[in-house]
């Protein structure tokens, strides 16, 4: 049963809400999965922040356009899901990632990184990346690390000064 126009409009909308609301996107061809199998691609998208949503294309191309974001033409071929990223990328394209190892039949077309239009080969890099917490973590050692070396640096002479002079003290208690 095809779309009414008022259906049309609406899964539009539906698609504009979800690209405003998304920091990227991954797209990948899921032709030959179960139910089953889609529904657990679904639960493990959910689970690293995004959202999967299977796109009619040619209203999936006029959302993006009205959103003035670029059309990934090549990527919006033959049936399309795609992860919408609500929270960080990098774990819906690791969900994508991994459910591709271990489904044949589901194949990553690329994605989206803000007007960036993503190779499957960078979206496997992304998967790689490490999650935000650990990436904060890192760039807060790499921060502190040369502040305690110039701390420890400017007061390894107070401190030699503060023993010599407790030395002399203790000398002059002694004597």
Same mark, same amino acid.
């Given at each position: ?19 405003? &609301? ?12 179960? *139910? ?17 949503? $299977?796109?009619? &294309? ?12 670029? $059309?990934?033409?090549?990527?919006? *071929?033959?049936?399309? $899901?795609?992860?919408?990223? $609500? ?37 496997? &890099? ?22 305690? &070396? ?26």
């Amino acid at each position: 049963m095809p779309l009414t126009r008022a259906q049309k409009e609406q899964l539009i909308e539906q698609y504009m809400d979800l690209l405003r &609301n998304s920091h990227g996107l991954i797209l990948a061809d899921y032709r030959g999965l179960t *139910v089953k199998e889609m529904q657990g691609l679904r639960r493990q998208v959910k689970d690293a922040g995004g959202h999967l949503q $299977v796109v009619k &294309n040619t209203l999936f191309r006029i959302a993006m356009q009205r959103v003035d974001m670029p $059309v990934p033409e090549d990527l919006l *071929v033959g049936p399309v $899901v795609v992860g919408f990223c $609500v929270q960080d990328v990098p774990p819906v394209a690791k969900a994508f990632v991994e459910f591709g190892k271990e489904a044949a039949s589901f194949t990553i077309k690329g994605g989206m990184l803000g007007e960036t239009i993503l190779s499957v080969e960078e979206v496997e &890099n992304l998967a790689k990346l490490p999650p935000m917490e650990v990436l904060r973590g890192q760039l807060l050692g790499a921060i502190q690390g040369p502040m305690t &070396n110039l701390v420890g640096v400017i007061s390894a002479p107070l401190q030699e000064i503060a023993y010599v002079l407790q030395a002399r003290a203790e000398q002059g208690e002694a004597a």
